[in-house]
């Protein structure tokens, strides 16, 4: 099954400053998605990254917020921006392949 | 919308008992169900895919069943270790669908 590299793995950050997560595929997937894991809670679906054009975004979540880029088939980045603590999660990506969905190892985001 | 319920959210037993972990869904529409296990602070590692048109699927001390006429998947881990110690999530896809829909989750703890 296809890896996907995730990082960083952890970080502190100040508020009102922004972070980029990367995810690297070692192969081409079509569908990627970015979720977030609030504290004691389960995976909430931010966004699907499309390749070649703007990613979709659930309800609730909105581009300025978190930009996403996915210049091509094996990767794609995450950006959350000008943070507050409220947005202290793990955030992880994931790709869809014939054998289901494989994950990156998460980044378990801090903000201070 | 789909809902999807793991029951219980905590559960811990001695080494050597088999776990039996519940999953359920309001919508028999689903087109694969795919098994996670997480550890703390971690990303998620796939257990097993089982596909609408299947009843089960096994993967050494792991068996996963499906029964969409009920609404349920189980999951259950023969033996169980204390390396089995983690959360344990089901996820379905809605048929015609790319999106997973995550349930909450049981918390194993397994004792030596």
């Known amino acids: 099954s296809a890896v996907i590299s995730q990082k960083p793995s952890r970080d502190i950050c100040q508020r009102g400053t922004s972070l980029t997560i990367q995810c690297q595929v070692d192969?081409?997937?079509?569908?990627m998605f970015w979720y977030r894991q609030q504290p004691g809670q389960s995976l909430t679906l931010i966004a699907t990254?499309?390749?070649?054009?703007?990613?979709?975004?659930e309800s609730g979540f909105v581009i300025d917020k978190f930009p996403i880029s996915r210049p091509n088939l094996t990767f794609s980045t995450l950006t959350v921006s000008n943070m507050s603590p409220e947005d202290s999660s793990i955030y992880l990506c994931?790709?869809?392949?014939?054998?289901?969905?494989?994950f990156g190892s998460g980044t378990r985001l801090t903000v201070v | 919308k789909q809902e999807v319920t793991q029951i219980p959210a905590a559960l811990s037993v001695p080494e050597g008992e088999n776990l039996v972990l519940n999953c359920s869904f309001t919508?028999?529409?689903?087109?694969?169900l795919q098994w996670f296990r997480q550890d703390p602070g971690k990303g998620l590692t796939s257990l097993l895919l089982?596909?609408?048109?299947?009843r089960e699927q096994t993967s050494g001390r792991l068996n996963a069943s499906l029964d969409k006429s009920s609404g349920r998947s189980t999951l259950y881990i023969a033996a169980s270790q204390p390396g089995d110690s983690a959360t344990y999530l089901c996820?379905?896809?809605?048929?015609?669908?790319?999106?997973?829909?995550f349930g909450g989750g049981t918390r194993v703890l397994v004792k030596p």
């Open positions: 994931s790709g869809k392949f014939h054998y289901g969905y494989t």
């Open positions: 192969s081409q997937v079509t569908m």
């Open positions: 990254a499309n390749q070649g054009s703007e990613a979709t975004y």
């Open positions: 919508d028999s529409a689903i087109y694969n």
């Open positions: 089982i596909q609408s048109s299947q």
């Open positions: 996820a379905f896809i809605k048929a015609a669908g790319n999106k997973l829909t």
